[in-house]
């Protein structure tokens, strides 16, 4: 069921879907095995991304970035998905780090690392959870410190995304452990020949076993006070509320590419596999089924595509955005477990697309904010 093209889409954003489908194709795909072996994907293909144009889309030129919109991190999300290729983080790097960059960065920090992010020479990494907090940011206990010139960072971070290979981690810090959310900052921290700094596990997941999910450590890391994102402390808190609709919009889009390869894919194959006699799709309860999920992502797509638009237009506002996160994640887990049933005991087989729908599709219901949290911010506006 490929979608039509979207209201929000004109030429240049399908020429570079184009370009983002050959890329995710023969650049990714074929290595996503190997890849989900050795847990992390190849450090030069972030170099191949960036010599197309494919990081940081959404960034002005003059930073380096390619001058688009969010239309343009839309369609990159969806052709990873429809690619079967998701080990490349590149939503976390350009969608999410690159944008905390931009709109809260001073002139010199955004000239030092926006072109950086946008070439692949850094890899970008976002770190808040802790081993003791997630869903609780205001809990957080690392901390940066101001000694002099420098912040001293210190703390433990866990299950960060690309943060095995990530040269450039934002660190969300108490620069007042004495304060709640008004403590809050965000701090760079530049990995490479960093004192104090340290990776510890890439973490073994039930599923997106290529993306490199690890633990950091941080222990008397010391930056410099032009490193605090933003000129002012304790402004971490709401930076993160501002971006955070973004970065579960950008969850919503693969959302629904995997709703829609999910259907795609089990149409296929129920209409070749035969059981008594006759094609696996002819049988009701499966005609049903797809009719159902089919439905599910006609309406998905509506949705988001409206949601897509109205970001675009700077109208999307944080509870429609967390009924996207928390709607559109649900449905990719009902339908890549109802879709995996029909492929029978094949949809068990890892070599069979639908089981890699399936292991990878949970955990969209707990990163970006989990959807229980999700519910919870949609209700104080309701
Ligand atoms: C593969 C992967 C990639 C990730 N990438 C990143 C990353 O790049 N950077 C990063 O910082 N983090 C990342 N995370 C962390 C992720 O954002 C957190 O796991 C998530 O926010 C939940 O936090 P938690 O695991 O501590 O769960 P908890 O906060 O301990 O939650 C446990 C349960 O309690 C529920 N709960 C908590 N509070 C409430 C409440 N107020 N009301 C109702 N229910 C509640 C939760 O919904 C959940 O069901 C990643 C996680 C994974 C697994």
């Known amino acids: 069921m490929p979608a039509p093209r979207p209201a929000w889409s004109d030429d240049d954003i399908e020429a570079f879907r184009e370009l983002a489908r050959t890329f995710f194709e023969k650049e990714c795909a074929p290595h996503e095995e190997r890849w989900c072996e050795q847990q992390h994907v190849d450090r030069e293909v972030w170099l191949k991304a960036g010599e197309l144009g494919l990081l940081c889309p959404s960034i002005p030129t003059e930073y380096g970035g390619g001058g688009g919109t969010f239309a343009h991190e839309a369609v990159l999300a969806e052709e990873q998905v429809r690619a079967g290729a998701p080990s490349l983080?590149?939503?976390?790097?350009?969608?999410?780090?690159?944008?905390?960059?931009?709109a809260y960065g001073t002139e010199e920090q955004k000239r030092r690392w926006l072109p950086k992010l946008a070439t692949g020479e850094l890899v970008g990494a976002i770190a808040m959870t802790e081993p003791g907090t997630g869903s609780d940011l205001q809990s957080i206990k690392a901390r940066a410190i101001k000694d002099g010139a420098e912040y001293v960072v210190d703390g433990s971070k866990t299950f960060i995304s690309n943060g095995l290979l990530a040269e450039l981690?934002?660190?969300v810090a108490k620069t007042d452990p004495e304060n709640a959310a008004a403590g809050i900052s965000l701090v760079v921290v530049e990995t490479q020949g960093a004192d104090g700094f340290s990776r510890g596990r890439v973490l073994k997941k039930i599923g997106q076993h290529g993306q490199?999910?690890?633990?950091?450590f941080f222990a008397g890391v010391r930056v410099p006070t032009a490193n605090l994102i933003g000129d002012v402390e304790g402004q971490g808190f709401i930076q993160l509320m501002q971006?955070?609709?973004?970065?579960?919009?950008?969850?919503?889009?693969?959302?629904?590419?995997?709703?829609?390869?999910?259907?795609?894919?089990?149409?296929?194959?129920?209409k070749e596999r035969e059981a008594f006699g006759r094609p696996v799709f002819n049988f009701q309860n499966t005609k049903f089924k797809l009719a159902e999920a089919a439905t599910t992502a006609k309406i998905g797509r509506v949705f988001i595509d409206d949601c897509i638009a109205k970001h675009i237009a700077g109208d999307l506002n944080i509870p429609t955005a967390s009924m996207a996160k928390w709607w559109l994640t649900q449905q990719q887990c009902d339908i890549a477990?109802?879709?995996l049933q029909l492929f029978g005991g094949y949809g068990y087989m890892q070599e069979y697309p639908i089981s890699k729908m399936y292991t990878d599709s949970r955990i969209q219901k707990i990163y970006g904010g989990t959807n229980e949290i999700m519910k919870e911010i949609i209700a104080r506006f309701i």
Do not use: M
């Not at 955070?244 to 889009?253: A, D, K």
């Open 337 to 339: 477990d109802e879709c």
């Open 89 to 102: 983080g590149t939503t976390v790097h350009s969608t999410i780090v690159a944008h905390y960059i931009y």
């Open 243 to 270: 971006q955070l609709p973004q970065e579960r919009l950008i969850l919503s889009v693969g959302a629904i590419a995997a709703i829609e390869s999910a259907v795609t894919a089990t149409i296929k194959y129920t």
């Open 212 to 216: 490199d999910t690890a633990e950091l």
């Open 169 to 171: 981690v934002i660190v």
